[in-house]
């Protein structure tokens, strides 16, 4: 779906999807109205299989998912609900399809002992593999599948060793009488015969409605239509053929009803509408070589961290009850005035896919250019591969929002990572030069550093050219630093996922660090362009630009408040408060300004 949209946009025509539940399909095509779905993306399915968990008073688990679309939404956002409810990760794993076993990854993700293992299985053999690797295993951990595991050939081709085996999967509102009407027609249970076919209904239920709406026209006057179908919150209406009849009579009178799937009811988002925002799951176990639901799970329900419940999910954001209290000040550290700034800008990836890391970096590059820190006081570390790619329908500029400004004018380029180890960036800060390292830092005990790391990350740090950037060096690295008397406060940005890695052993005097997500998360990325077939930024890096031109007096305090609230699908974390002095005292222009 994802790839076909943009066709469909362009050509003015409604999509409607009843089974693609990535998250990436809102994030990108949100408020572009002919893009819909009547399938809540796997963002729900992830908390409800935590939800599932945690009142069974599970207290560690892993997951292991698909490294592909399917997988992706359940990787992105598994670190963020096990915080929210505060259920302890061992371990995150995607692993190859192409290989002939699971067992490796398996064990990989097995290693931390979890209490339980949630599997994303997208194809048969996988599923077939992980119940056997677990079957042999005779372990403690309870694997609990996606609906990933919902195969009807699982039973029949494990037999007995199917049985007992539990997950999630979509299903029917029990209480709309779907699933009765749908034995009665079939002869069998729609959650065991098609999962989707609730939705399916729904859809074709969608565009009749919509069709009656428009008086028959498509296109943009179908996508309107629709718009003013859903908002309807008059008479309300079910589903079936009386009510279907009933629907399309007040329609036709111009009343705006409200209106009922066999989904249950049809509320979509109340500001971009396309994407609904409740789903009903079945908790099911294999008994009898069958799938039986034992249990409804209504995603609708506990909606605690969404901006509102008329939201979709992707929305959510981190509760107040984890954050931060950065309130205590801790070791007194008083620094000589500031007599200048110097900026470290690193992005770590190359490659068209990886647009928003080096719009990003340059979006920040830009901002202190315009605020008057020139070039010889900002080392740019980028691969420098986009402004020039074949890919790009733009050639020579760079955009990290659609419509904003190039960010490619006057770029100086001081290293490209792809030439550099993790131990050239380590002598880079540490003043370091050598014929290799030409330009190092120069800075001095009342020098301001600002350093702004984007790229990808995983648990055991930051990328960097085949390498990490490991978080013990570059704390002995920032330690070096004050020893050697080369800063007088440090603010360090990490956008990459699982960013809360580099700051967890940070000690070092003056130094803070602010994570787009904590140790266990994925960092999100945002405004998509269809021209540009890319993501322009990341959610983290592009709201604390905003910050910067926006509000550069707020202290940072006040900037951890406002990006804990903006920045959906992570915690926004800081690192080292306690070594750094009071938050509320020190403001962001410090930083950004010479």
Sequence with gaps: MFNIAPDFIKKKKVLISPAATSADIFRAFAGKKFIWRTVESDIAQMRSLLLTASQKNFHTAALIVSDDSYGATFFDWFGFFTTELSIKPTGIVRYDQSKTSCEDSMVEALLGNPEVLFAAPSDFNTAICMIKYMKKLRGNTKLLFTDGGVINSIPATLGADAEN????????????????????????????????????????????????????????????????VVSGRGEKTIWDADGVRETLTLLQKGEEPDITGATGPLDFDSQKQTDVTSSTYCLWKIIGHQYICQEFIYSGYNKAGTISSDLSIFNTIASQGKKQDLSSTGTVFNPPAK??????????????????????????????????????????????????????????????????????????????????????????????????????????????????????????????????????DFTETLNTMYDNKMYRRMFIEVETCFGGIMGENLNAPGVILFAGANPWENSLADNYSHELDAWLTDKFAYSMVTMMESKPDMSLNELYEKLYLQVNGSHVSVFNNQAFGDLKAINLREFITP
Aim: proline fraction near 4%; charge should be negative.
């Design 165 to 228: 085996i539990e997950g999630i999967g979509l299903t029917f509102d029990p209480l709309s009488g779907f699933g009765y009407a749908y034995i009665k027609k079939f002869g069998i249970d729609p959650f065991s015969d098609y999962a989707y076919a609730a939705n399916l209904y729904d859809a074709v239920l969608l565009i009749a409605y919509g069709l009656q709406r428009s008086d028959g026209k498509g296109g943009e006057d179908l996508a309107d239509a629709m718009i003013k």
């Design 339 to 472: 007599t200048g700034l110097w900026a470290i800008i690193l992005s770590t990836s190359t490659d068209w896919d990886n647009y928003r890391h080096q719009a990003d970096a340059l979006a920040v590059y830009s901002r202190l250019k315009k605020n008057g820190l020139t070039d010889d006081k900002i080392i740019l570390m980028i691969n420098d591969d986009l402004a020039n790619n074949q890919l790009n329908p733009k050639p020579g500029e760079i955009y990290n929002s659609v419509g904003g400004p190039n960010l490619y004018q006057n770029v100086e380029v001081d290293y490209n990572p792809i030439n550099l180890a993790p131990q050239d960036l380590y002598d880079i800060l540490s003043g370091k030069s050598s014929d290799y390292l030409s330009k190092v830092l120069k800075s001095k005990e009342s020098d301001n550093i600002l350093f702004f790391i984007v790229g990808h990350g995983e648990a055991n740090g930051a990328d960097f050219n085949q390498s990490i950037l490991d978080p013990q």
